[in-house]
């Protein structure tokens, strides 16, 4: 590979490493994704076409070494270790400098974080490669070689239930 296309994989990272925070749920999992995910890249015989979408490329080479671990009962989903303002979901929006609206902005990013982490992994995942990995439906379905339908339909229901959660989560802080 030459010197571009090796800096274009490595441009992923991040993405690569909130995807992998998803699915594992674990930081140390999700780095070691990420690490044997470039090592697989950088070594493919086959890498994609200039021009091609290498960011689902490196997505679909680090969901299957996800796979292959669980199989193999390597890995198992664990609740989320990232200290606070580690993982990549912590950075909360840019506000005014209003020290208590920054406090609100980074509540409310905490509680939709640990909504998401609640979900099962087919609806955090999907949750994950709209919202914050930004992928369309035709790339999230090609992605999980399945119909935009079923995409459409999982994205539906993991909002509805991330709408259940979260409403749970404010009526009992506010009693």
């Not at 030459?2 to 441009?11: D, F, G, M, T």
């Not at 270790?81 to 902005?105: C, K, M, N, Q, V």
């Not at 909504?115 to 992994?121: K, N």
Request: glycine residues 4%; contains cysteine.
């Amino acid at each position: 590979m030459s010197i571009p296309e090796v800096s274009a994989l490595l441009s992923h990272t991040d993405s690569l490493f909130r995807y992998g925070m998803a699915l594992s749920r674990n930081v140390a999992a999700a780095e070691d994704l990420v690490q044997e995910t470039i090592l697989r890249a950088l070594s493919a015989k086959r890498p994609p076409e200039p021009g091609s979408n290498h960011k689902s490329w490196l997505f679909t080479i680090l969901r299957n070494i996800w796979l292959n671990e669980l199989r193999k009962g390597r890995w198992i989903s664990q609740s989320l270790d990232a200290e606070p303002g580690e993982a990549a979901l912590d950075t909360p929006a840019a506000t005014d400098g209003d020290p208590h609206r920054h406090y609100i902005s980074k509540l409310e990013v905490s509680q939709v974080r640990d909504a998401i982490q609640q979900l099962p992994t087919e609806f955090r995942e999907i949750v994950m490669l709209r919202e914050y990995e930004d992928l369309s439906y035709q790339e999230i379905a090609e992605f999980l070689k399945c119909p935009v339908g079923t995409v459409m339909s999982r994205l539906a229901r993991a909002r509805s239930r991330l709408r259940t959660i979260l409403s749970a989560q404010q009526a009992t802080a506010s009693r």
